[in-house]
């Protein structure tokens, strides 16, 4: 496991065995400069132990990233847990889950993720503290509404980067993917004069998204070479290859899901296309903000929104740092992540 190209020094990663209740468990804590480690679980069917560790080290170090240019003091982590969330998901697992979290003191938050839901994160609260997301007086509990409007400020800086405008009226956005967060992106879109072209695996979706905002609906593949200003990936990773990124049309790639490029070196392809792109990671953090406020017992919903809407500015400060420093927005991300971990301070958010 020390050998896995994800490893990158990560502080504890913890393997959880309970196989009277099924539960084959990672959860990988990299690094706790900034607080305790925040990030969600994620119950998916992994071939083998090494492909579940090799998520669980990639993302954990994502969200350490996040949390830092989000301005959280939390830093990153993730746990997965190894199965099919429809069939082997049983409480019994969902509480010696829990009792693994607890053991670790709060070291480590857990919250929402792929296969774990808001019941889901119910049931753990009921045996540890350390999750969040469960949402306190009716309010907080789904992150996308949050992730949608963190998106729509960046991607708000990333217009103003790539083509020198304020107003986004008129602008032609394809968004791939028409589920909790990219529905609620279309929204904010279609709010500002965006025109939009729409793909989802679902086609009632994608009706729903022509009925209530005109949009134009493409097909789940050719969303990504569609004649767009802006392509927002609401779907799932890895949807931007070499061949997808040979045919795109869009000059700002910008949206919410996790790992849209095949490979990180696809950054570098997208940059000498002319293409500019926005790393997941500074987008979508809108959720984990939430998480983390409701965390902290500090839930108020227009101090949210301030942060939430401050991703804004954060991706301008990327943008330029890259262009300053001629790289790409991903390396410039990661660079001012890594300096406020030295710093031991994550990213000054308004008050
Ligand atoms: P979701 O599961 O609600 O929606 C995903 C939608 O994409 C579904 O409607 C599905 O039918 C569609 N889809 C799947 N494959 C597709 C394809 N090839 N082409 C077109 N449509 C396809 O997921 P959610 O919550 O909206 O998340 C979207 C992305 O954003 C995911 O990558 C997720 O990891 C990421 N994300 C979500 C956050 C949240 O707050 N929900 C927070 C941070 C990241």
Redesign the pocket.
């Known amino acids: 496991m020390f050998d896995l190209d994800a490893f990158d020094a990560h502080e504890d990663v913890l393997f959880v065995a309970r196989p009277e209740v099924g539960l084959r468990a990672i959860i990988a804590i990299h690094d706790t400069t900034l607080g305790p480690a925040m990030g969600g679980i994620r119950m998916w069917r992994y071939p083998n132990a090494e492909a579940a560790a090799t998520d669980a080290l990639r993302l954990s170090r994502t969200m350490t990233m996040k949390n830092a240019l989000a301005g959280l003091a939390f830093g990153g982590g993730k746990s997965v847990i190894m199965g099919d969330a429809r069939a082997d998901k049983s409480p019994a697992l969902l509480d010696a889950f829990a009792d693994a979290i607890e053991r670790l003191g709060g070291r480590y938050v857990g919250a929402e993720?792929?296969g774990i839901g808001l019941e889901d994160v119910r049931r753990l609260r009921q045996r540890t503290a350390h999750v969040s997301g469960v949402g306190a007086d009716g309010q907080g509990g789904d992150?996308?509404p949050?992730?949608a409007r963190g998106v729509f400020a960046g991607l708000k800086a990333a217009v103003r980067a790539a083509f020198g405008r304020d107003d986004l009226a008129g602008l032609v956005v394809g968004v791939?993917?028409?589920?909790?967060?990219?529905f609620k992106l279309c929204a904010h879109l279609h709010r500002a004069g965006c025109r939009l072209v729409v793909?989802?695996?679902?086609p009632e979706?994608s009706d729903a998204a022509h009925a209530a905002f005109g949009a134009t609906v493409s097909g789940?593949?050719a969303?990504l070479v569609e004649p767009v200003d802006v392509l927002a990936p609401?779907?799932?990773?890895g949807?931007l290859d070499a061949a997808t990124i040979a045919a795109m049309q869009a000059k700002v790639v910008a949206g919410?899901?996790?790992n849209p490029l095949a490979r990180e070196a696809d950054a570098e392809a997208l940059a000498a296309r002319g293409v500019l792109y926005v790393p997941?990671y500074v987008l979508?953090a809108?959720?984990?903000i939430a998480a983390a406020m409701e965390h902290a017992g500090t839930m108020d919903e227009l101090a949210l929104r301030r942060r939430v809407d401050g991703i804004e500015g954060t991706v301008a400060d990327i943008l330029a740092r890259a262009e300053r420093e001629d790289i790409t927005p991903l390396a410039a991300a990661d660079r001012q992540a890594l300096a406020m971990l030295a710093r031991g301070q994550p990213r000054r958010h308004a008050a």
Request: charged share 20%.
């Open positions: 993720d792929v992150p996308s949050w992730t791939q993917g028409l589920g909790a967060v990219g793909a989802d695996l679902d979706r789940t593949d969303i609401c779907a799932l990773g949807v919410a899901a996790n997941d979508n809108g959720g984990v």
